[in-house]
């Protein structure tokens, strides 16, 4: 193996670290309050969470494969990538609420100038949690997502009031 190869997984993998907490940081950034909800879940339900995520989401995203893969027509090709597309945004988006919550046990000073860096922060640990080999690639990064599909869904569920303001602590 040469240094070309070794340099093109190590950022392949970076970049996909990247792209992961980027779209934490995106969602944080575009819906504080849903954000705020997600945590929420994993603060009081993580196994509900994980629950309704295998039921919800695991099912619509092998139904869509198998349409994306197997049939003939280019119409349900399309269905199939946009099923396969839901669950993947929906454990995206979810899983920021994880990331929330590892980040505001890491919290800082200027938390409450800048309550993105809670994210940011909590998102650098998980994806770093993510790369170890064997627990981290089959059991902390499939939770993570499936569990963030089922916080997505329970956050869209609840009542704002649980959450006093966009990403503050829940009390």
Do not use: H
Not at 48 to 71: E, K, Q
Not at 160 to 171: Q, S
């Amino acid at each position: 193996m040469i240094m070309a190869d070794v340099f093109k997984i190590v950022f392949l993998v970076l970049g996909a670290l990247l792209v992961l907490v980027s779209y934490w940081l995106a969602a944080t950034a575009l819906f504080p309050a849903w954000v705020a909800r997600t945590r929420a879940v994993y603060d009081a339900r993580p196994v509900r969470a994980t629950v309704v995520g295998m039921v919800a989401g695991v099912p619509m995203a092998v139904f869509g494969t198998a349409l994306a893969s197997d049939s003939p027509n280019g119409g349900l090709k399309l269905l199939g990538a946009l099923l396969v597309s839901i669950p993947v945004l929906l454990a995206l988006a979810g899983s920021s609420g994880f990331a929330l919550r590892i980040g505001a046990g890491l919290s800082m000073p200027q938390d409450d100038v800048t309550p993105w860096r809670r994210v940011l922060r909590g998102g650098a640990v998980l994806s770093l949690c993510f790369l170890l080999p064997v627990v981290g690639w089959f059991v902390v990064l499939p939770w993570a997502l499936v569990s963030g599909v089922g916080a997505a869904l329970l956050a869209m569920r609840r009542t704002p009031r649980l959450v006093a303001g966009p990403l503050e602590t829940v009390r």
